[in-house]
């Protein structure tokens, strides 16, 4: 029952749980956008699992694929050659641009950035690695210091030789710059002063990582930038057109390599392009990704270039469950079905709309301090004044969120003051789910304006 559930989560699970609503919701089922509780209450699911369901709860062709697989083989570990590995991380490597071509895989987002930071230190020969403030890279303790938000850090000491550099986040960031914020997102409906230009904010931000580099870095190089095309647990922030690349200069002018965390950014979720990345203009040296990749199947993976992989090449690394063959024909079948499907085309046609649609609410609400995102990768930030972007207070934002699920939609939450609703669905969802959660968001806004 939910009662005994309950009971068995608080003594014999860990209180380190991060778990939704004043009273959690339990549930046994799902199918594509739809999820089912123990009382057989229905819910929109706008999170996707934190954006890890791509495409659909249990869809049809990545469960039949899985369950064909089982039926074969699970397990070997990469001591011995299987079928699916190969034609998976073939077809996987042909999704990136440039050089990129070269896999390891593993189980999570976590391990994917644990190694990529040990590749770029085999690689360049250096300790030190960097990442923007607010990001999320992972829980494991060398990530705990790149992953820049205090909520998610014990207060022990992490991740020696990471340094965090700056908030590069236009709309909370030093700079405000809200129109610019729009510029890599090619958004509808929002003018971007900057022209075609190089974005001023883009330029001022990338002075400031300069600056940290310059005067903050314990040495003259550097071994790694770690960048969310867009970041995600840190509230849909999006970087103004050009820092990124910028970025990338900068780092690569230390002679350092430049990471693409894509866990959550890839797949196809930002519409335009299949990898985050691609929305910069930049081709990074590597790429991590997880959660999209396996459709919610333990699945992950860090590709990179011949040149860097070879740095690896004079000793083991061992992953015992990475590129299993279940893992591997589940992410195989999720590659199919994103191309048959055509979600990348999709999040590109309904993203824009959905954004636009939600941007309605900020004319209507004074709560609502901005709509930001990239294709099916929504942040709606609540403020307490839109003047000062002072977030709205954690008890509103709350009875908020909890009344749009008590209407029927599991959303998520986030930022570094916890007052982003997060929007990243399974990227199934139709146009009338978006109006519907829209019109919930109306009615929970206007109840607690
Ligand atoms: N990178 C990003 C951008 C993430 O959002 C996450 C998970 N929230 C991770 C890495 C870590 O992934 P995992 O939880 O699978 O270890």
Redesign the pocket.
């Known amino acids: 029952s939910y009662d005994e559930s309950m009971k068995i989560r608080k003594e014999n699970l860990t209180p380190a749980l991060l778990t939704y609503y004043k009273k959690p919701v339990m549930i046994h089922q799902g199918y594509m956008q739809w999820l089912f509780d123990t009382d057989g209450k229905r819910y929109l699911d706008m999170f996707g699992g934190?954006?890890t369901v791509s495409v659909g709860h249990c869809h049809l062709k990545v469960t039949e694929s899985a369950r064909d697989q089982l039926g074969k083989l699970w397990h070997t570990t990469n001591i011995y050659l299987h079928p699916t590995i190969h034609e998976y991380a073939e077809k996987l490597a042909a999704t990136l641009p440039g050089n990129l071509k070269v896999v390891y895989f593993t189980n999570?987002?976590?391990?994917?950035?644990d190694l990529a930071v040990l590749m770029a230190r085999m690689y360049t020969g250096v300790f030190d690695i960097v990442s923007l403030r607010n990001?999320?890279?992972?829980?494991?303790p060398y990530?705990m210091g790149l992953?820049a938000m205090s909520s998610w850090r014990f207060n022990v000491p992490t991740g020696f030789g990471i340094h965090q550099s700056m908030n590069a986040d236009p709309y909370r960031g030093p700079w405000g710059g809200e129109n610019c914020r729009d510029s890599p997102s090619q958004v509808v409906g929002r003018p971007c002063d900057c022209g075609n230009g190089e974005c001023k904010a883009g330029i001022n931000y990338a002075e400031q990582l300069e600056d940290v580099l310059r005067f903050s870095m314990p040495k003259e190089k550097i071994g790694a930038l770690f960048v969310?095309s867009i970041?995600?647990?840190g509230g849909a922030v999006q970087f103004p057109k050009n820092f990124v690349k910028r970025a990338f200069d900068a780092v690569r002018a230390r002679g350092g390599i430049c990471i693409a965390?894509?866990?959550?950014?890839g797949f196809g979720r930002t519409g335009d392009h299949f990898w985050g990345f691609q929305n910069h203009g930049v081709i990074p040296d590597i790429v991590?990704m997880?959660?999209g990749i396996g459709n919610g199947f333990p699945l992950?993976a860090v590709v990179t270039t011949p040149e860097i992989a070879q740095s690896m090449g004079n000793a083991l690394h061992f992953n015992t469950y990475g590129g299993n063959p279940l893992a591997c024909a589940v992410g195989s079948s999720v590659l199919d079905v994103i191309e048959e499907e055509k979600i990348q085309a999709h999040c590109a046609e309904l993203g824009p709309y959905f954004i636009l649609e939600l941007r309605k609410l900020m004319d209507e609400f004074d709560i609502v301090g901005d709509v930001r995102g990239k294709g099916l990768m929504i942040g709606v930030e609540l403020v307490k004044n839109r003047e000062t972007k002072e977030a709205l207070q954690a008890d509103k934002v709350n009875a908020i969120w909890e009344e749009i699920k008590d209407s029927g939609i599991l959303v998520g939450k986030g930022g570094f003051y916890g007052s982003v609703l997060r929007i990243k669905p399974p990227m199934c969802i139709t146009k009338e789910d978006a109006d519907f959660t829209v019109a919930v968001m109306r009615q929970a806004f206007k109840n607690h304006s």
Do not use: P, R
């Open positions: 934190i954006v999570s987002g976590s391990e994917a950035n990001a999320y890279h992972g829980a494991s990530l992953t969310e970041q995600g647990v965390d894509e866990v959550q950014t991590s997880a959660k992950a």
